[in-house]
């Protein structure tokens, strides 16, 4: 069993926030209002990711 935790910026909203878990090697993320869809990955390629998206890399992607 997984401890699912999702971000203090989610609010009270339920199903609207992505929810991550941890286990030894890897991070575990999810959708709250699809939670039986889960996506794995490492801690580093999560780092890369988030500093990616800080750093606006992913932009033009909504326009």
């Not at 910026?9 to 890897?26: F, H, I, K, M, Q």
């Amino acid at each position: 069993m997984h401890h699912w935790r999702k971000s203090s910026y989610s609010g009270d909203a339920a199903n609207n926030c992505v929810e991550l878990a941890r286990t030894p090697d890897t991070v575990l993320m999810r959708e709250s209002d699809e939670p039986h869809t889960v996506i794995a990955t490492t801690p580093a390629a999560l780092r890369a990711l988030t500093r990616a998206a800080r750093a606006g890399r992913f932009d033009q992607l909504s326009r």
